[in-house]
């Protein structure tokens, strides 16, 4: 809480202490007043004839009633002209500040001192209020105040300022006017003077002239006034940086060279420090230090009102701008100061129907803003009035506000057609309460609307005539009339609701409201570009007479209409189109997918030569529609297709299209299609089961007969002779050289020796064939020719050959100029222990084979070393011809823990050829002690082959954490219905394979197509998709 201090005679500041009855200035008669006493605005009996007038905001507020500080005066004492002229300085100062609380001063009219003309300050100092700008720091009574919002010491004797003036002095002049006689003292200067010191414009420097002691600050410890605080010396050191007290301060004070550097002053001083009185000498202790240096600011100056002395016959009635930008600096809202120049050079842009664009020279003060007042017909008879806010459409007068900032160009829209207006541009500083405009002489300006006369109708018939994925083009009919020109405008998802304005100039991109302009023009036809796929977009069509600055639109019932773009065109073609499982009456087509995003691929077909049909964007089709002379065959995001039913030997040739979108927004990529042909096979002989030799000629095809596919090709069918059954698929053996595909068949002839087997090859199987299929192709048995193969070629790219078996042993087709394989391998895995890794393989059959190397890598790369051979392991020995299954077993007992190991086999015949078998590498690492498993999660691998003809292999891995696991494994169709139940029940530990050979529950043969394998199990379910094709 403030608390009262002695008095101090030589300063005025504050904190949170009140200084009672502390006159910071004294006033003195000129030449009779004491040292003592010659402290505060000095009297000069010299007459200076000159007037600086009081601010111009001061009349024009004074004018309009506006203050924006409220000052309470209590007279005591005064006459009625003394007190006119005080109060006539009380407002000056009123129109100059803002401060929401009142200003309180207690001023007497009184006999003083021969030698005193008056004296006044502010009544107490604070500091540490709420909201001081700067802690421990003194403020004058009525800024602290100002800053904290409300009066700190209220009740009686607690009044902001004391002012006493001589009533006993007779050179005093009260008028107002500035026309100070000869010889006499204004009294409106020396008032307006008194009172700056009680508002804050005085320091707490002192000086002991006998010690050259200087001092600054009040109390105990010394504490620095807001004023102390922007006092520098020439060199820009800071007099609150010395040391306190001190002789070296006390040089300072009487050096003539101490500045404020407050930035506002510095700003009103023209970039430069306003410099205080400290002359040489000897410090005068109530003038030192708490004025302006007289000699720059001489009389007559602006800034001359808080210079140390005032002589006779001079007025000043205006803080001047320095003094108000330190008040600005010190935490007072000071009004802003007058600019001095207006703006120059009115100049119009453009003027439309309905607006006028103008620019104009920024003042060369710099300015804060302009303030553009527009009339219409003549120039405005009223001016904006200071310390008023004004916005966009206030009314100044008969004048309306059409601009309020610091640009230098403006904008008046809204404007009637073929109208002049005129233009007042007025130059202001600050803002709000402290907003001070320059109401001479404004620039002025005209300019003048244009126009044109309305249509009288819109155009109709809007039609879409193209569309794509971006854009879309339209023509509509002309209006009746025949206007000038139509704007057209757009707006996805809905209709546009902006309006075009009449007058204002448009082009192609520009916003109107809610949509966009996209068309401009007497052209009844426009093209919409860059938009977005897929998408609905709405057009309203405007009929406009003019153009630019001349337009006038018919704005009622537009032309309206909508249209949807494309999907978005894929970017590219499927690619790869092949044919597989090709039959007399069926194959299936499959290609790899397009890059890029491709909702689906449109398939066109058409007999013995390329279709010529391109599908149309936007047009729906179904399986079945032709298109020009092509069939529809697939509509399928799919990346095959099934072709059934078709004609034997006969060429269909495909087109592939792919496509986005759907309904009227798809769209297709008609250029660089896939493009591909298969043709069917022709009609396979059939092969009776009588004891004659092979038939030609077609006839029934008994129970000797049955066809399937094979990879990469046809194997049409096969026959026996002598048997009454037909033979199984038994394994797929490894690729051999020159023969892509390898397939052994077990004879299911009951005990028979000697039947005949043929078998039909279509030419597309023997891709890679080394040899003449006429002289080479042959019928294998044990790795060895049968003896009495005799070829017949089919025609149509197809072979058959026959041969007699000698027994009911497996046999293959083979090129005869193959060496044949030594073994077939069945299987190859490894099974983890937590100290070895053991490898098991099976063969079906061996031939001339010595025995088997193990080849052993850590990183599956082709670092392979070999590390164990038959030579050494007698295990590995093979017994050289076995036409039956063989299993051997081998195990790494060097293998090391943290190591992933691959192997592969090599098998080495009587001859010395090898074999590796690279194909079937399989890796292993040692487990955990406790972790001794073989699976520790229920897992459904990929089944191979998938596609399949005429069987594929699942295999399962059961976990061994429990000995028997209930599990099931079925296949469904498409429709989700149980065509084949593979297994039900209980499954041990370990890998389990299964084979489908597409065959339904009652053994039937299952038509090409896509199924599913269901794998259920205790803890998960899981499906996975089978193709099979025929």
């Not at 000069?44 to 005066?73: C, H, M, W």
Request: hydrophobic share 35%; net charge negative; charged share 15%.
């Amino acid at each position: 809480m403030p608390k009262n201090l002695p008095l101090l005679t030589s300063s005025l500041f504050f904190s949170s202490i009140l200084l009672t009855n502390t006159f910071a200035q004294e006033h003195l008669t000129h030449k009779s007043c004491s040292t003592e006493l010659c402290g505060g605005l000095i009297a000069e009996y010299e007459d200076k004839f000159t007037f600086v007038p009081p601010p111009s905001d001061f009349l024009e507020k004074r004018q309009n009633g506006i203050q924006t500080a409220t000052i309470t005066v209590n007279y005591t004492g005064f006459t009625a002209e003394a007190q006119t002229a005080f109060q006539y300085a009380v407002d000056i100062w009123a129109s100059q500040l803002t401060s929401a609380v009142t200003i309180e001063v207690e001023a007497e009219f009184k006999v003083l001192g021969a030698n005193v003309l008056g004296s006044a300050g502010g009544n107490y100092l604070v500091r540490d209020f709420t909201n001081a700008p700067v802690a421990n720091t003194f403020y004058t009574a009525p800024l602290a105040n100002k800053l904290a919002g409300t009066d700190i010491f209220t009740g009686s004797g607690n009044h902001d300022i004391n002012a006493n003036f001589n009533s006993n002095f007779a050179n005093w002049y009260f008028g107002t006017d500035g026309n100070t006689p000869s010889g006499q003292f204004d009294f409106v200067s020396v008032v307006l003077h008194e009172l700056c010191h009680g508002l804050g414009f005085a320091g707490t420097g002192t000086r002991d002239n006998g010690t050259t002691t200087g001092q600054l600050g009040l109390g105990s410890p010394l504490r620095f006034s807001i004023y102390d605080l922007f006092v520098e010396n020439g060199a820009g050191t800071a007099i609150t940086t010395f040391t306190n007290p001190s002789v070296a301060l006390g040089n300072e004070l009487i050096s003539d060279n101490l500045f404020v550097n407050g930035a506002n002053a510095v700003s009103a001083h023209g970039g430069t420090n306003p410099k205080l009185y400290v002359p040489t000498g000897s410090f005068d202790s109530g003038s030192s230090y708490s004025h302006w240096n007289d000699a720059t600011y001489p009389a007559g100056n602006a800034n001359s009102l808080m210079t140390h002395a005032i002589g006779t016959a001079e007025a000043i009635h205006s803080p001047g701008n320095i003094t108000l930008g330190f008040f600005k600096d010190m935490g007072w809202t000071t009004v802003d100061f007058q600019p001095t120049n207006q703006p120059t050079n009115f100049s119009i842009n453009s003027q439309t129907a309905n607006s006028i664009s103008a620019t104009f020279t920024a003042s060369s003060d710099s300015p804060d803003g302009y303030i553009v007042l527009r009339k219409q017909g003549s120039s405005a008879n009223e001016f904006p009035v200071d310390a008023t806010t004004y916005t966009v459409g206030n009314t100044i007068g008969d004048a309306t506000v059409v601009a309020v900032g610091n640009s230098n160009s403006f904008s008046d829209t809204g404007l009637t057609l073929n109208t002049n207006y005129f233009y007042d541009i007025f130059a202001f500083n600050g803002n709000g309460t402290s907003t001070n405009y320059l109401e001479d002489s404004p620039l002025e300006g005209n300019g003048t609307t244009t126009g044109s006369n309305e249509p009288t109708n819109q155009p109709t018939s809007l039609t879409f005539i193209t569309r794509e994925a971006t854009s879309l083009s339209a023509s509509f009919t002309n209006a009746a009339g025949t206007p000038d020109n139509y704007l057209v405008l757009r707006k996805q998802s809905s209709s546009p609701t902006g309006i075009p304005i009449d007058g204002t100039i448009y082009s192609v991109g520009n916003t109107i409201g809610d949509g966009t302009v996209v068309a401009l023009g007497n052209s009844n036809s426009f093209t919409d570009t860059g938009l977005s796929s897929n998408a609905e977009y709405f057009y309203d069509i405007f009929s406009f007479n003019g153009n630019g600055a001349t337009s006038n639109f018919l704005t009622t019932s537009p032309l309206e209409g909508s249209e949807k773009t494309l999907a978005t065109e894929p970017v590219s073609q499927a690619t790869n189109l092949q044919f597989a499982g090709v039959n007399t009456d069926s194959f299936v087509g499959t290609f790899t997918a397009g890059s890029g995003t491709i909702l689906g691929y449109l398939v066109l077909r058409k007999e013995n030569s390329s279709p010529t049909g391109i599908p149309t964007d936007g047009t729906t089709y179904i399986v079945g529609n032709s298109i020009g002379d092509g069939e529809i065959v697939s509509i399928s995001s799919d990346v095959f297709f099934v072709q059934n039913t078709l004609t034997s030997n006969t060429n269909y040739f495909f087109d592939v299209f792919a496509f986005n979108g759907s309904g009227t927004e798809i769209n297709y990529l008609t250029g660089t299609i896939l493009e591909g042909s298969q043709r069917t096979n022709a009609e396979i002989p059939t092969f009776n089961t009588n004891d004659s030799p092979v038939v030609a000629t077609p006839t029934t095809n008994n129970s000797g007969g049955t066809n399937f596919n094979g990879a990469g090709g046809n194997l049409g069918s096969i026959a026996t002779q002598g048997g009454s059954t037909a033979f199984t698929l038994a394994n797929v053996n490894s690729t051999e050289s020159g023969i892509p595909f390898v397939a052994s068949y077990d004879l299911n002839c009951n005990g028979q020796n000697n039947v005949t087997v043929c078998f039909v090859v279509s030419s597309d199987w023997l891709t890679g064939f080394t040899g003449t299929p006429a002289t080479d192709l042959r019928i294998a048995h044990q790795n060895s020719f049968l003896p009495d193969n005799v070829i017949t070629d089919l025609g149509n790219g197809n072979y058959e050959v026959c041969g007699t078996a000698p027994s009911c042993s497996p046999f293959f087709v083979q090129d005869a100029n193959d060496t044949p394989l030594s073994i077939i391998l069945s299987h190859f895995k490894a099974i983890n222990h937590s100290d070895k890794i053991e490898l098991v393989w099976e063969t079906q059959s061996e031939f001339e084979n010595l025995g088997f190397e193990i080849f052993r890598s850590e990183n599956n790369s082709k670092d392979f070393v070999k590390v164990d051979s038959y030579i050494s392991n007698p295990n590995l020995k093979s017994e050289g011809n076995v036409s039956n299954n063989t299993v051997y077993t081998w195990f790494d007992e060097k293998a090391e823990f943290g190591k992933t190991y691959f192997y592969y086999l090599r098998d080495v015949e009587f001859s010395g050829r090898i074999t590796d078998h690279k194909d079937r590498v399989v890796s292993g690492s040692l487990l955990e002690l406790e972790e001794e498993i073989l699976t520790y999660e229920y897992v459904l691998n990929p089944s191979f082959p998938n596609p399949f003809n005429p069987s594929t292999t699942i295999q399962v891995e059961i976990p061994t954490k429990s000995e028997f696991h209930k599990v099931s494994l079925n296949i469904f169709n498409i429709k989700g219905e149980l065509v084949k139940t593979l297994f039900e029940g209980n499954l041990s530990s370990g890998n389990h394979d299964f084979v489908w050979n597409g065959t339904n529950e009652n053994g039937n043969e299952l038509s090409s197509g896509v199924y599913f394998l269901k794998f259920v199990t205790p803890k998960f379910t899981k499906t996975q998709k089978l193709t099979l094709l025929k």
